[in-house]
T-cell receptor, first 108, second 115 residues
Framework: AQRVTQPEKLLSVFKGAPVELKCNYS??????LFWYVQYSRQRLQLLLR??SRESIKGFTADLNKGETSFHLKKPFAQEEDSAMYYC??????????FGKGTLLTVNP | SAVISQKPSRDICQRGTSLTIQCQVD?????MFWYRQQPGQSLTLIAT?????????ESGFVIDKFPISRPNLTFSTLTVSNMSPEDSSIYLC????????????FGSGTRLTVV
């Protein structure tokens, strides 16, 4: 079975502060990990995928297989980063399993 | 990435009735999925819509309650049957391209309220 855990339901930081949204997973094979973001009144959209090893909007995420983690990080948070963030795992069956999400609020 | 048109965007329905949600994609896609997002909850996969054959349902979801059609590679429907207030949720369509495309695109969702 595949499982994704996001331990923080809410995360609040000040503008300019570093932010880390935690994601841990459980999967017996080689997973594909994603971060999705949902801004207020907008549809869910892909932010990052681990296979691309890219930085989007200043966010990065590294897959740590030893710790089974895929934490999302940004060194300097911006107010426009306020949104709901979902970590997701895709197994060999191509189905996405989502974590419960973390609501990030960046205060001015 | 594919562009998805999902409708209706929202509806308020009487209990005991059924609602059909449509998902139209602007290009042919290999895989289409239907998710449910209950209030304050994460996304839960309902089923995989298979082109030309019966959908594959996840544990806890059955065809009689959530019949799905997928007549071609660009279109699918999800019906929520014999609705009760517990079915009040956001229903989302999601698509993915071929196996080399690891991204998934989501529709804007259908916000269903059952009264």
């Amino acid at each position: 079975a595949q499982r994704v855990t996001q331990p923080e339901k809410l995360l609040s930081v000040f503008k300019g502060a570093p932010v880390e949204l935690k994601c841990n997973y459980s999967y017996s094979g080689s997973p594909e990990l994603f971060w999705y973001v949902q801004y207020s009144r907008q549809r869910l959209q892909l932010l990052l995928r681990h296979i691309s090893r890219e930085s989007i909007k200043g966010f990065t995420a590294d897959l740590n297989k030893g710790e089974t983690s895929f934490h999302l990080k940004k060194p300097f948070a911006q107010e426009e980063d306020s949104a709901m963030y979902y970590c997701a795992l895709r197994g060999s069956n191509y189905k996405l399993t989502f974590g419960k999400g973390t609501l990030l609020t960046v205060n001015p | 990435s594919a562009v998805i048109s999902q409708k209706p965007s929202r509806d308020i329905c009487q209990r005991g009735t059924s609602l059909t949600i449509q998902c139209q994609v602007d290009s042919q896609v290999t895989m289409m999925f239907w998710y449910r997002q209950q209030p304050g909850q994460s996304l839960t996969l309902i089923a995989t819509a298979n082109q030309g054959s019966e959908a594959t349902y996840e544990s806890g979801f059955v065809i009689d309650k959530f019949p799905i059609s997928r007549p071609n590679l660009t279109f699918s429907t999800l019906t929520v049957s014999n609705m009760s207030p517990e079915d009040s949720s956001i229903y989302l369509c999601s698509v993915s391209g071929d196996t080399s495309n690891y991204g998934y695109t989501f529709g804007s969702g259908t916000r269903l309220t059952v009264v």
